[in-house]
């Protein structure tokens, strides 16, 4: 059978191939037709291919290259998981994408797409990192091609962060493998409950460079502003396409390498409560999901720190929910980029009347994002939550992710909503949102419905399949969990009912918010100007010496060789005479004395 | 869910160029709107919907801590465990969480401009499509 013949092959093959192959075939395409089998049959083929996996864990494609052992494609349980959200995100954004005309971002999107998820499924460190990398290019053409000034330079600045965070890969890379004598992941540690997570030892220099690069690419504090300065300056499907992958890889890579790490656990909390106070103040609604997915990656980052099968089951689980809800979020400000231009939240409001299919998305993915029970965000984060409450000396930990939970409801599930399509009226009429973005938007609500009602399917992608499913038995619905967040949520929207009806709810304001990216935006270039000056003192006062001089030559010349100058004096030829004799009887008097 | 009735200013700049500034709250079904509007929101402009929803949310908040009372086994040996603590914490979050937003805004917010100047409108490829 030709078919089985081909899935048979094709099942041995690193299924972000097929998507990258399927970007060249977009690159050149010029019909419509052509562009939709591109966008959407090479995630639909690397689907197929995650449905029909070869047996968990073994390497299927082993090359040598340059003499290194190269482990191409190795799905286990961990990979699966998230090759499944990257191929569930790449198809939703193929689909949100048709209305735009735009080879570059099609061929970049399904690139950066493919590469991320050939890079979950590389069982080796170097093909890792170059996955990884391709992945960043093609994430930074996302950025360019929504060819604005602005948009440039927050390319170049998004190119220069994601570089140094490349780089610290790759030598980490190069020099863990080294240490080890192996590239291969397999070989570098060893199963933990049946799945290979936490391979690499952090005491080792290369690790410490591979944890370094892998922060800066989930966003860590300090280096998260590469997040919130490049997503807003995408286009409206550019920013859907970009925001499932950099961070989610990120979240995957540290599972991968560091799971159990203690210092994560710090660093996910802070993660979790400090974006919450930059989305209170944005005005730009973009900009606040940006902030929201730094939020929702602390989440997971802490849980990857905790450690625990149920921790990190609720690491990957929101990591692909997130895909889901937060891309449906962005999905629902990319219409009204679209429609309106704008996404800054001073120039929306009322749009619901126009954009009702629109406003209901976002309605959804803000519950789910909001961990509303029986919607998606409920589902994948309750297991973080409950590993952080059962965990040793956790409560602190517990409490900031709590408060983090009350405010990721209000900027992502209050905020964004109200702001663009309730609360003042702003008297614009957009229309609705073009047929494929609603359907992309449908399905992804659709998703965040299936996962929060009927979680079984959902956990059963999970790394750590049997404890997930016995979570989901036990703890997920049980009375307590279920009352307690709806409390939480109740009172909080409350609360937020109260500030505005009391009218102590900050209005919003146009203007950007200071960040840590001051630094190298205002900062740095104001030291170097201000360390540059007197050190380039003596340069600036020989020079002005030198000019001041060759004016002073310039304007003797000029009285000398002028037309009314010294040399063009008329002399009487008395004078004449005597100055002739007198160079006559200078020369005679050197020849006769020398 | 109206702005009007908190007393939301936000972008009612008279320059702005607006089509149809409802003077009041907009009735129901008015012209253009979409029929999927009308059938999911349009009962959230009533005079009523903002106080309702408070009372709503009030006493459905309180009924979830009277049933977290009686089902939920809770202890006083940790303050988690205490009847309504989700509640507290929640109400209290959200409030520091946006209070804070009046001080920092103060503090960090700059002109539009502080960065560089922001790119024009229309200036963007693909506004035509």
């Given at each position: 059978m030709t078919v089985d013949r081909l899935l048979d092959f094709a099942v041995t093959i690193n299924p972000g191939f097929f998507v990258i192959a399927a970007a060249l075939i977009a690159a050149l395409a010029k019909d419509v037709a052509t562009r939709a089998v591109a966008l959407l049959g090479g995630p639909a083929i690397a689907l197929v291919v995650l449905l029909y996996p070869p047996v968990a864990g073994m390497e299927v494609s082993r090359e040598t290259f340059l003499g290194f052992d190269l482990a191409l494609y190795r799905p286990d349980s961990l990979s699966l998981t998230f090759g499944f959200g990257f191929v569930l995100a790449a198809m939703l954004g193929g689909i949100y994408s048709l209305h735009r005309r735009d080879r570059m971002q099609d061929s970049a999107g399904l690139v950066y797409a493919g590469s991320a998820l050939a890079a979950v499924f590389a069982g080796d460190l170097i093909s890792l990192v170059l996955f990884a990398e391709l992945a960043t290019l093609a994430s930074a053409v996302l950025v360019f091609a929504r060819r604005t000034g602005p948009a440039y330079r927050a390319g170049l600045r998004y190119l220069a962060i994601q570089s140094i965070a490349g780089l610290a890969l790759l030598a980490g890379a190069a020099l863990y493998g080294i240490e080890k004598n192996t590239f291969v992941l397999a070989e570098l540690g060893g199963l933990w409950n049946g799945v290979l997570v936490g391979v690499l030892d952090l005491s080792q220099p290369g690790a410490m460079l591979i944890f370094a690069g892998v922060g800066m690419k989930a966003a860590f504090p300090l280096v998260h502003n590469w997040l919130t300065d490049a997503y807003?300056?995408?286009?409206?499907?550019?920013?859907?396409?970009?925001?499932?992958?950099?961070?989610?890889?990120?979240?995957?890579?540290?599972?991968?390498?560091?799971?159990?790490?203690?210092?994560?656990?710090?660093?996910?909390?802070?993660?979790?409560?400090?974006?919450?106070?930059?989305?209170?103040?944005?005005?730009?609604?973009?900009?606040?999901?940006?902030?929201?997915?730094n939020n929702q990656i602390g989440f997971m980052v802490c849980a990857v720190g905790i450690g625990t099968p149920l921790a990190l089951n609720g690491a990957a689980a929101h990591a692909v929910a997130h895909i889901i809800f937060k891309g449906l979020l962005f999905m629902t400000m990319g219409a009204v980029q679209l429609r309106l231009g704008t996404t800054k939240a001073t120039e929306l409001g009322g749009l619901h009347r126009t954009m009702p299919w629109t406003a209901l998305a976002c309605l959804i993915g803000a519950a789910s994002i909001s961990a509303l029970p029986f919607f998606a965000g409920y589902s994948s984060k309750a297991m973080i939550m409950t590993a952080a409450e059962t965990g040793p000396n956790l409560f602190p930990v517990w409490l900031a992710l709590l408060f983090a939970s009350a405010?990721?409801?209000?900027?992502?599930?209050?905020?964004?909503?109200?702001?663009?399509?309730?609360?003042?009226?702003?008297?614009?009429?957009?229309?609705?949102?073009?047929?494929?973005?609603?359907?992309?938007?449908?399905?992804?609500?659709?998703?965040?419905?299936?996962?929060?009602?009927?979680?079984?399917?959902?956990?059963?992608?999970?790394?750590?399949?049997?404890?997930?499913?016995?979570?989901?038995?036990?703890?997920?619905?049980?009375?307590?969990?279920?009352?307690?967040?709806?409390?939480?949520?109740?009172?909080?929207?409350?609360?937020?009912?109260?500030?505005?009806?009391?009218?102590?709810?900050?209005?919003?304001?146009?203007?950007?918010?200071?960040?840590?990216?001051?630094?190298?935006?205002?900062?740095?270039?104001?030291?170097?100007?201000?360390?540059?000056?007197?050190?380039?003192?003596?340069?600036?006062?020989?020079?002005?010496?030198?000019?001041?001089?060759?004016?002073?030559?310039?304007?003797?010349?000029?009285?000398?060789?002028?037309?009314?100058?010294?040399?063009?004096?008329?002399?009487?030829?008395?004078?004449?005479?005597?100055?002739?004799?007198?160079?006559?009887?200078?020369?005679?008097?050197?020849?006769?004395?020398? | 869910m109206t702005g009007d009735k908190t007393g939301d200013k936000t972008g009612d700049k008279p320059g702005e160029k607006s089509p149809a500034q409802?003077?009041?709250?907009?009735?129901?079904?008015?012209?253009?709107?979409?029929?999927?509007?009308?059938?999911?929101?349009?009962?959230?402009?009533?005079q009523l919907f903002f106080r309702g929803?408070?009372?709503?949310?009030?006493?459905?908040?309180?009924?979830?801590?009277?049933?977290?009372?009686?089902?939920?086994?809770?202890?006083?040996?940790?303050i988690d465990s205490l009847p309504g603590f989700f509640g507290v914490f929640g109400f209290v979050a959200l409030s520091l969480a946006v209070l804070s937003g009046w001080p920092l805004g103060k503090l960090m917010r700059r002109p539009e401009d502080y960065y560089e100047k922001p790119a024009k409108r229309g200036e963007e490829a693909g506004n035509d499509r």
């Open positions: 807003p300056n995408t286009t409206e499907t550019g920013g859907v396409v970009m925001s499932p992958y950099t961070t989610t890889l990120a979240v995957y890579l540290l599972m991968r390498f560091f799971a159990g790490v203690d210092g994560l656990i710090w660093i996910g909390a802070a993660m979790t409560v400090y974006p919450v106070f930059f989305a209170v103040m944005e005005n730009d609604l973009k900009k606040v999901l940006s902030y929201s997915t405010g990721v409801l209000e900027h992502s599930g209050i905020k964004i909503p109200f702001f663009a399509f309730f609360s003042h009226d702003s008297g614009k009429r957009p229309q609705e949102a073009p047929f494929n973005m609603l359907l992309a938007m449908g399905l992804s609500a659709a998703l965040c419905l299936a996962i929060g009602f009927s979680p079984g399917w959902f956990y059963r992608l999970m790394p750590f399949r049997d404890q997930a499913l016995e979570y989901l038995a036990l703890d997920l619905f049980s009375t307590a969990h279920v009352i307690q967040q709806l409390e939480l949520l109740a009172f909080a929207v409350l609360a937020f009912m109260a500030l505005k009806w009391a009218r102590l709810y900050p209005p919003e304001r146009p203007g950007v918010i200071l960040d840590v990216e001051w630094l190298w935006r205002k900062g740095a270039p104001g030291l170097i100007s201000a360390v540059a000056w007197p050190a380039g003192a003596p340069v600036r006062v020989l020079g002005a010496a030198t000019a001041w001089s060759i004016a002073r030559v310039l304007v003797l010349a000029r009285q000398v060789f002028a037309a009314d100058g010294l040399v063009a004096r008329k002399l009487p030829l008395s004078a004449t005479a005597v100055w002739t004799l007198a160079i006559l009887g200078i020369v005679t008097a050197i020849s006769l004395f020398s | 409802p003077q009041g709250p907009a009735r129901l079904g008015e012209a253009g709107e979409h029929p999927l509007s009308i059938l999911l929101f349009s009962w959230m402009r009533s929803l408070m009372a709503l949310l009030a006493a459905g908040g309180g009924a979830l801590i009277a049933f977290e009372f009686i089902l939920v086994r809770h202890s006083y040996a940790s």
